[in-house]
């Protein structure tokens, strides 16, 4: 006996059951899967350390005063870095570190000018 394809009630079914017929498809289609487990965790916040990170360089240009801030950001990003409220150690650690160095920097320039007014008043009354 040869076995028809077409004719789906054959004796001696090869795959031994009968598939039943499609059903009708919803007016709207069929709805996407859910997704599973839980979203992902949202990323802290870094905004003091950006904070502190570009108020320190913005201070080579505004002669330290904004690296002053940079560096009380800074040190408040530190802060919440320690206590888990924020990310961004990098970042904050580098402001600290150019704003520390921006500072120094501009107290020895005003150190020396000052120096250099007083050199030159003295200069001359001999």
């Known amino acids: 006996m040869t076995y028809d394809p077409y004719n789906p009630k054959q004796p001696g079914d090869p795959y031994g059951q009968q598939q039943p017929p499609y059903g009708q498809p919803g007016p709207y289609g069929q709805q996407p899967p859910?997704?599973?487990g839980y979203p992902p965790p949202m990323p802290k916040p870094q905004q003091n350390?950006?904070?502190?990170?570009?108020?320190?360089?913005v201070g080579f240009v505004t002669c330290g005063i904004?690296?002053?801030?940079?560096?009380?950001?800074?040190?408040?990003?530190?802060?919440?870095?320690?206590?888990?409220?924020?990310?961004?150690?990098?970042?904050?650690?580098?402001?600290?570190?150019?704003?520390?160095?921006?500072?120094?920097?501009?107290?020895?320039?005003f150190a020396f000018i000052i120096i250099a007014i007083i050199a030159a008043a003295n200069q001359g009354s001999y």
Do not use: D, N, P, Q
């Not at 350390?49 to 360089?57: F, G, R």
């Open 34 to 36: 859910y997704g599973y």
């Open 49 to 57: 350390a950006i904070l502190a990170l570009v108020l320190s360089c």
């Open 66 to 109: 904004t690296a002053i801030v940079g560096v009380i950001f800074g040190h408040i990003a530190m802060g919440k870095i320690k206590r888990g409220e924020e990310e961004g150690h990098g970042m904050a650690m580098a402001g600290l570190i150019v704003g520390y160095f921006v500072i120094g920097g501009w107290l020895l320039y």
